[in-house]
């Protein structure tokens, strides 16, 4: 059963880790990515990131893509937070957890759940500038084909 | 909650401020069947919708929260959410 958390807060990856493999000696190795806040858009310093994101939609589509994970590698533990509201350059935005038997699976997974989550679940972002300005982030053609590799790369 | 013959319409990100509102609901229009008709519908609405619904190419829906296409079906009592392409993670 994946762990699947929509919040304000902070959390800990340490924690986060731990929780994955608590008790637990079949896993072979946890794939991890983190996604932090920039202080850049292009040449505008960033004073902030707005995740603005559909309560109710978000939970169902993180589950099925974490479900969809999960069918495809013989996942052990899979976990999936995002972070929403407002958010200063260098705090953390998203943690992906993946923990497999072995590497591959788990680097494979950690990867497909980053770019679907990236390109299939309703979250979107606003840069607010140090300079007032603010602008709605754009979404980007490499985000989707980096998702859209695994449409028919079935393991 | 859209009651008997009623939709419930949410708006996201540009979307929601360029029409000043988050969520409404509305009487199912006549002739109204699928997302893309709504969205005709929608442009029909005044000139701030127009502008923002046009470039439907830029706009994405959402019907009982699932990602829906212009051809998906709509009925009375549907959660219908617009909204820029996402941009999380």
């Not at chain 2, 969520?23 to 442009?43: K, Q, S």
Request: charged residues 20%; hydrophobic residues 50%.
């Amino acid at each position: 059963m994946a762990t699947i958390r929509v919040q304000q807060a902070d959390f800990d990856i340490g924690a986060e880790l731990a929780a994955v493999s608590a008790g637990r000696t079949d896993i072979g190795g946890i794939g991890c990515f983190v996604g932090t806040v920039r202080g850049d858009g292009g040449d505008r310093a960033i004073a902030a990131m707005l995740l603005e994101h559909y309560p109710g939609m978000t939970e169902r589509a993180m589950a099925r893509i974490a479900a969809q994970a999960e069918q495809r590698w013989a996942l052990l533990g899979c976990t999936l937070i995002h972070r929403v509201g407002r958010l200063t350059p260098g705090e953390t935005i998203v943690c992906v957890l993946a923990a497999a038997a072995h590497r591959q699976a788990a680097l494979d997974a950690t990867a497909f759940l980053i770019d679907w989550l990236k390109t299939r679940a309703p979250f979107w972002k606003k840069e607010i500038f140090t300079d007032g300005g603010e602008v709605w982030v754009e979404a980007h053609a490499t985000d989707e084909d980096s998702a859209a590799r695994w449409d028919e790369n079935t393991p | 909650m859209a009651g008997p013959g009623t939709l419930r319409l949410l708006y996201f990100a540009w979307l929601r401020e360029r029409l000043g509102t988050a969520e409404e609901v509305v009487a199912l229009p006549e002739g109204v069947a699928t997302v893309g008709d709504l969205l005709i519908w929608l442009c029909s609405r005044s000139p701030a919708h127009a502008e923002a619904f046009s470039a439907a190419f830029r706009v994405r829906c959402a019907v009982n929260q699932e990602f829906a296409a212009p051809d998906a079906p709509v009925a009375a009592g549907d959660e219908v959410a617009f909204f820029p392409p996402v941009t999380g993670g």
